[in-house]
């Protein structure tokens, strides 16, 4: 199994890693062609707007949303969500804009009110997960086919809708691999239900 992992700008190397460490081949997205081998993708946290531009730059845009809305499985974290959204509060940007969210860029302040915390995401673990944020983006508003599969404080933090799956906070940036697992099992699950028999 190949995941891809958008390589524009910034976070990626740290998911590239956690692929590494599962045992699967990790793909750097960099241009159209990467986006034929790989059997889903990562969009990292980092700057959306700069990853926005990039996008539009390199030309990835509109063949990175059409592969999404054939799907393509997804998973965004951070910025990443924000490339998601179709929405983003006081903001009348849109990039990707996939995903029936609306979203609040730096909800939890600036770099230094980056912190940590551990929820149960029943989701994915009966276990308490560690939770990074950095400069994180809020959940504002879903659509009724939108599922939230994690709250902090209240706050939307993680959804899912069809094929797409965006979280405020870094798995990545911990070395807790079960988030990870669980985009793979999506992977392998979306992948089935085309015909194409994956085995993890």
Same mark, same amino acid.
């Given at each position: 199994?190949?995941?891809?992992?958008?390589?524009?700008?910034?976070?990626?190397? /740290?998911? $590239?890693?956690? =692929?590494? +460490?599962? @045992?699967? %081949?990790?793909?750097?997205?960099? *241009?159209?062609?990467?986006? /034929?081998? $790989?059997?889903? =993708?990562? +969009?990292? @946290?980092? %700057?959306?707007?700069?990853?926005? *531009?990039?996008?539009?730059?390199?030309?990835?845009?509109?063949?990175?949303?059409?592969?999404?809305?054939?799907?393509?499985?997804?998973?965004?974290?951070?910025?990443?969500?924000?490339?998601?959204?179709?929405?983003?509060?006081?903001?009348?940007?849109?990039?990707?804009?996939?995903?029936?969210?609306?979203?609040?860029?730096?909800?939890?302040?600036?770099?230094?009110?980056?912190?940590?915390?551990?929820?149960?995401?029943?989701?994915?673990?009966?276990?308490?997960?560690?939770?990074?944020?950095?400069?994180?983006?809020?959940?504002?508003?879903?659509?009724?086919?939108?599922?939230?599969?994690?709250?902090?404080?209240?706050?939307?933090?993680?959804?899912?809708?069809?094929?797409?799956?965006?979280?405020?906070?870094?798995?990545?940036?911990?070395?807790?691999?079960?988030?990870?697992?669980?985009?793979?099992?999506?992977?392998?699950?979306?992948?089935?239900?085309?015909?194409?028999?994956?085995?993890?």
């Amino acid at each position: 199994m190949k995941i891809g992992v958008l390589s524009l700008q910034g976070g990626f190397i /740290e998911h $590239i890693n956690q =692929i590494k +460490l599962l @045992g699967y %081949e990790p793909i750097e997205v960099k *241009k159209e062609s990467d986006l /034929e081998v $790989i059997d889903g =993708i990562i +969009l990292p @946290g980092g %700057e959306s707007t700069t990853m926005g *531009k990039l996008l539009n730059v390199t030309g990835l845009m509109k063949p990175l949303k059409n592969k999404i809305l054939e799907g393509l499985p997804v998973w965004g974290t951070c910025a990443g969500m924000i490339l998601l959204a179709k929405d983003i509060e006081n903001d009348c940007r849109r990039h990707l804009g996939i995903m029936d969210i609306k979203i609040r860029r730096n909800a939890f302040g600036t770099q230094i009110d980056s912190f940590r915390t551990k929820k149960v995401i029943e989701e994915v673990s009966d276990a308490e997960i560690e939770l990074v944020f950095i400069r994180a983006p809020l959940v504002v508003e879903v659509k009724d086919n939108v599922e939230i599969i994690c709250r902090v404080n209240n706050n939307i933090v993680a959804v899912k809708q069809k094929n797409m799956l965006a979280t405020s906070f870094h798995p990545e940036l911990t070395e807790d691999l079960r988030f990870l697992k669980y985009f793979i099992e999506k992977i392998v699950k979306v992948s089935n239900s085309r015909g194409n028999l994956v085995a993890l």
